[in-house]
């Protein structure tokens, strides 16, 4: 009974050992994926933007990528944040860290910044460099939102 005692001890301990270091691994960076897996086509324009999502806000949102391609989207919302609007439209991913969304996708194509590819997607609000982070932009009515592959 008494190895028993001390084999079940040892089993639980390594149990909580390796819950403890699941938490911690959780908490330090978590993947934030959009609504649905897709590729969204680049295909709208200032002109004619495709129009995405239901609600009673709308803005403008553009993307660039690394070979100045660009698209438009309008996008209908009744999120709180331009974040969660991109987000539930399947338009971004990224992973949440200590300073909120870091965007590492938009419209499926991915851009993580390392010493061999110096590329990242950069947020805009109307024509200037957003002083916030997506998740934590307040959406406007009327704004010009844009990713630009940098």
């Known amino acids: 009974m008494r190895k ?3 084999w079940l001890s040892l089993v639980l301990c390594l149990a909580l050992l390796a819950a403890a270091a699941l938490s911690t691994v959780s908490l330090a960076e978590t993947a934030v994926e959009p609504a649905e897996e897709t590729v969204i086509l680049m295909t709208g324009t200032q002109e004619e933007p495709v129009v995405l999502g239901e609600g ?6 553009e993307v660039i990528d690394l070979e100045g391609q660009e698209a438009w989207f309008r996008i209908l919302t009744d999120a709180e944040t331009v974040g969660a609007a991109l987000l539930e439209n399947g338009l971004i991913a990224g992973t949440e860290g200590d300073y909120g969304l870091y965007v590492t996708a938009v419209c499926g194509q991915e851009l993580i910044w390392s010493e061999e590819n110096p590329h990242y997607w950069a947020f805009y609000v109307n024509g200037e460099y957003a002083q916030t982070g997506v998740d934590s932009t307040e959406a406007e009515e009327g704004t010009v939102y844009l990713f ?3």
């Open 4 to 6: 028993f005692k001390s």
């Open 56 to 61: 009673e806000l709308s803005f403008d949102f």
């Open 148 to 150: 630009k592959a940098e």
